[in-house]
């Protein structure tokens, strides 16, 4: 335990920041030291805000929740926060942790189209993390993951990009309750109802997208030029966003090449991350899947449930491929993702101990 | 009363079924004879059987469910049937009740896609009664009413035809519970979940599209060019399928323009049918709607609730016009259809008493 | 329309508020003439706030909401409020508002209680509203109606009182999500869930109660001898309360007498009013009846939809007498209540057009 | 692995059956050997069958379905099996088993209140074992679990007994979705709704309830003194039994010596079973538990897991003690039970691999 490397869970009070505990709890190479949250919150214990269908960590549930400062939580020796700021927020404070020497891996929106911040997801544009740069003596790293609708489509056009040759991806989204947090959406509002509204989420979808299906080009994002057009819309279902993907493409594979892409795509194999799924994406062939109940905790090893990305019902009439993707949006594409994303950037060399 | 047109029910204890009689309980043209149903209702008081929400129309509720044989049915002088047989068994029969002389109406899929039956929905494509021909002496007529996912879209479609010029429509449902008609979905399939599949649904949906949006010629249905592709899914609503489109447009039209062919279309404004609504198409300007629980009964006058399609969220980025537009699948799209499919017949010179 | 009394509604942005607009929007003796609200909907149209799955009253959707203080009501020639205030406020405005002369029909708790203030369901203590005294020249009334999960228990035991003389009566509810206003419940806290918990209402049930049961003596209530034992849960419906009822009993009434009480019970059956159903208990005998969703809209005539309550599932093994009795909680347990307690009053003679 | 007893699941297609796959697949002492149910899914492996949210079990999914003779089961050299037999199946088919000298631990409610049979919940009536009498040469024995909402409730009574001297227990149930099997409920009966209604459960639970209370007297149970009154009702939760408990008692304990008889209830803690949870009772303090949702799952060690029954809004005013009790239906009040008991009897001396 002593070599754990101390980090900060901030806006842990929130549905993210409550999955963020969840995983760190027991996390082989981080270990919680903080838990920040604005004044509503503060000096009450994790269990006493507890929000989600499982129990709170053990290990964290007398936790107590603080305001903390970066100065704070520098002068304590913490170099690493996993953010699940609101927006608005995120933007000064991550930056003001960045400058006391503190990495940040964020959930927030705030800073995900930054020219120099990488927008990643690390079995799509692993290479991204160039964007930061040589390493700065007394500055952090600021990593961002995606929206959480934007997760499960790169994920699954990733291993579809030379094969297909996308022009156009449609997408409609079937995104649950837990993606508006907590308190979100009222019953009143959802139960026996669909909203096909989320606030700047079409937006959002479609220029991440673009941006982590980019290439890197003199140190920048050139954004992919896929034209995406997104419908989304929410559900009452308590978890895992589901997406019905059509892809307008201008190659012609045939299906069993388009499977056995999917399949055998595992990029991150052999870095031993404790968060990746193997593989990330699962193919599923029966007739009704993905559903959000029975597939958002799919992903192996157990340290991994709710970070793999299900794939399903593929129908090939070219020029259009179409399926359905599912996702765990808290976890996958929320949580989990930065946790991967710590994990990623450690292997690949940074240090998140602020020994540099 | 005593010039109302007797008719019967068929399939009178399922869910459609049982809108028809709701529609047709106090209807001004047509009175409702006689009720039918297989061996497991026979016997049985409507009030016995009914699931629906709303209660049982008072002046049907005692009536009685019987197995009727077309014979009978001509016997008791009965030249007009709704049916909402269950399909397999719909094909045989509704082809024994036109051979009877009775004039059938059905949202049964059996014979959707024969070329002599129109395959209706008379905002759209009234002219295709034509396939009819001449009355034929002793013979009843067979018109159909369309699968409930494709009414919505291509009414919805309907006024854009020459101010878009579609090449291709996507479109991915969110469709209700009540679509797969009682017991239909177990609870324990759908609680927290979506399923991405319905038997046979985005075959239905496109190529009945394609029939509905077709143009006559030589006394057949040409389908139309436009390309159909369908993402269909269930989702835990009552009633009111909910729809995302995209419609891949060749030609520019102005928004402005878009908003108001919804908005003035109504091709059957002045043919005073009884369940007629008054627009067709309802434009919502509000950022999020349609909401199946908050439209579905959309329709005036008061006799027409729930036969009106709803659109909103309209986004026009060219080529792509993006909208989701809401339909009624148990009464726009299942037994109001073919009320109103009845009643536009009889307005078009069918005579639906057997007079002939 | 010249002689509608006019009315203001209060808390009409709330849920209870919208109800009273609906109700009151085509009353043939009141006319809604001021809709007031906080500032958070000051200046809105009542149809930009509008929650509830029907659509809002034409009549007045584009009503606009003001801050109104009692003294512009007053100055406006209003001598009749309806009250959807949040408990805290209702205390001290209604009682400014019947010291300026207008009377107030309330839905809000805070002066439930007050001896001098009647708490009326008409067909279970209409004699209760002896406490009001005298008409005192210049100042309105105040009449409370109960707590939405109190109102369905008295309607159901009123009938019962002599037959059975109930000693203790223990209730268990099933309370839907419109109970708690809106936004009220988040969908996360009830989604695949049931909260045993809903704040105060076991103590309102309970001792409302038991004050409505009571009788007067000296121009007081002698609250009933009854004891009331309950527990109330809220479940995942959108509107109508159902209740689990266990009376134990001193009496040994015949099964036969126990259902001819309630279906006979009428006591408002002459009095023409126009919210008031006829009857107000409806007595199901299908065996899994009452139902929220079905059961809730039982009330005739039309406008009295959503007034009755219903019972079934009478069970009497003596001394315990179990049945499971609903009524619509933001109908006869809200707004309709309060409407009726008018019409109720005005029948009785009180002036509320401040003429005395 | 080679010393683990093996074990049939007969009725393995449904629900429970299902759940007692989960709980077997890995269990320390019992084996799955063989998965039988009738010709419907006959054939099928078990992934194809599978209906439960969480995944099938890797070491199960797999495995065929078959139909199983008690003879073929025998010659198989089985000795040991779960029964989630359909009732009406199970009385005949449970009997000719134990002929064959195969053991039966049944969920199946068909012989529970046969005098000889044990209708057991070890914490709380282990002694009940006693009725098998002594071992018989070359016959099984047969050991029933109770009705899914009479589990929970007599796990609470059963610590507070001498304390409360209980005279009537009132109890009103929110039962789930999966007490009813799969298909069971269909969505568009229990989509905002509660059904009132469960059939036969009422009668079982209070039966049931008296029985498993009762006293050993002469190789006989008396049922319990007790008076139980049930009022049963299904909402829209997936599982997870919740039920208000109201107890008429004799005695008048204080309130910490209530909780403490609750807190320190623990009959098995040293016989080392497997899926016995420790504690069996968990008591929830927070003002609004224990919920479906969040602890329906309740139990430790993580084998245990949906065992534990959990206690909460103690409210005592004597002489009714009030509290709300959740137990997992499908678990403690199912598969789990049954596991349990044969567990138990093991480690009380029964040979349930037929070597006697």
Same mark, same amino acid.
């Given at each position: 335990m002593t070599d754990r490397i101390p980090c900060a869970i901030l806006g842990a009070?929130?549905?993210? %920041?409550?999955?963020?505990?969840? !995983? !760190?709890a027991d996390h082989p190479t981080f270990a919680v030291a903080a838990l920040g949250a604005t004044e509503r919150s503060e000096g009450r214990l994790l269990e006493e805000i507890w929000? =989600?269908?499982?129990?709170?960590?053990?290990?964290? +549930?007398k936790f107590r929740i603080r305001r903390w400062s970066p100065a704070e939580l520098s002068r304590r020796g913490i170099?690493?926060?996993?953010?699940?700021?609101?927006?608005?927020?995120?933007?000064? !404070?991550?930056?003001?942790? #960045?400058?006391r020497g503190i990495s940040v891996f964020s959930n927030a929106a705030d800073h995900r189209m930054d020219p120099s911040v990488p927008l990643l $997801?690390?079995? #799509?544009?692993? +290479?991204? =993390?160039?964007? !930061?740069?040589?390493?700065?003596?007394?500055? %952090?790293?600021? $990593?961002?993951?995606?929206?959480?609708?934007?997760? %499960?489509l790169v994920l699954s056009m990733a291993p579809m990009m030379d094969l297909l040759r996308p022009k156009v991806v449609h997408v409609a989204t079937y995104q649950s309750l837990s993606g508006a947090g907590y308190p979100g959406v009222p019953s009143l509002a959802i139960t026996d109802n669909v909203v096909p509204f989320i606030q700047e989420e079409e937006e959002k979808l479609e220029r991440e997208s673009?941006?982590?299906?980019?290439?890197?080009?003199?140190?920048? #994002? #050139?954004?992919?030029?896929?034209?995406?057009?997104?419908h989304c819309a929410r559900v009452a279902t308590r978890e895992g966003h589901l997406e019905a993907v059509t892809v307008e493409a201008e190659a012609r594979p045939g299906v069993s090449e388009l499977r056995t892409a999917w399949r055998t795509f595992d990029p991150l194999a052999r870095? %031993?991350?404790?968060t990746a799924p193997h593989p990330p994406i699962e193919v599923r062939d029966e007739p009704d899947r993905p559903q959000p109940l029975r597939d958002r905790w799919a992903g192996r090893p157990t340290r991994a449930r709710g970070m793999a990305t299900v794939v399903g019902?593929?129908?090939?009439?070219?020029?259009?491929?179409?399926?359905? $993707?599912?996702?765990?949006n808290a976890v996958r594409g929320g949580a989990g993702a930065s946790v991967l994303n710590a994990e990623y950037a450690l292997a690949r060399g940074w240090d998140l101990t602020g020994g540099a």
């Amino acid at each position: 335990m002593t070599d754990r490397i101390p980090c900060a869970i901030l806006g842990a009070s929130g549905y993210i %920041g409550q999955h963020f505990a969840r !995983l !760190l709890a027991d996390h082989p190479t981080f270990a919680v030291a903080a838990l920040g949250a604005t004044e509503r919150s503060e000096g009450r214990l994790l269990e006493e805000i507890w929000q =989600l269908a499982e129990p709170p960590p053990s290990e964290l +549930e007398k936790f107590r929740i603080r305001r903390w400062s970066p100065a704070e939580l520098s002068r304590r020796g913490i170099r690493l926060a996993f953010s699940a700021l609101p927006s608005g927020t995120a933007r000064d !404070l991550e930056s003001a942790l #960045v400058r006391r020497g503190i990495s940040v891996f964020s959930n927030a929106a705030d800073h995900r189209m930054d020219p120099s911040v990488p927008l990643l $997801v690390p079995e #799509v544009n692993g +290479e991204h =993390l160039a964007l !930061l740069g040589p390493p700065r003596r007394g500055r %952090g790293i600021l $990593v961002t993951n995606p929206n959480c609708s934007a997760t %499960g489509l790169v994920l699954s056009m990733a291993p579809m990009m030379d094969l297909l040759r996308p022009k156009v991806v449609h997408v409609a989204t079937y995104q649950s309750l837990s993606g508006a947090g907590y308190p979100g959406v009222p019953s009143l509002a959802i139960t026996d109802n669909v909203v096909p509204f989320i606030q700047e989420e079409e937006e959002k979808l479609e220029r991440e997208s673009g941006r982590i299906l980019g290439r890197l080009r003199d140190h920048r #994002v #050139v954004a992919s030029p896929i034209s995406f057009s997104a419908h989304c819309a929410r559900v009452a279902t308590r978890e895992g966003h589901l997406e019905a993907v059509t892809v307008e493409a201008e190659a012609r594979p045939g299906v069993s090449e388009l499977r056995t892409a999917w399949r055998t795509f595992d990029p991150l194999a052999r870095l %031993g991350l404790p968060t990746a799924p193997h593989p990330p994406i699962e193919v599923r062939d029966e007739p009704d899947r993905p559903q959000p109940l029975r597939d958002r905790w799919a992903g192996r090893p157990t340290r991994a449930r709710g970070m793999a990305t299900v794939v399903g019902r593929i129908r090939w009439v070219p020029p259009f491929l179409r399926f359905f $993707v599912l996702s765990h949006n808290a976890v996958r594409g929320g949580a989990g993702a930065s946790v991967l994303n710590a994990e990623y950037a450690l292997a690949r060399g940074w240090d998140l101990t602020g020994g540099a």
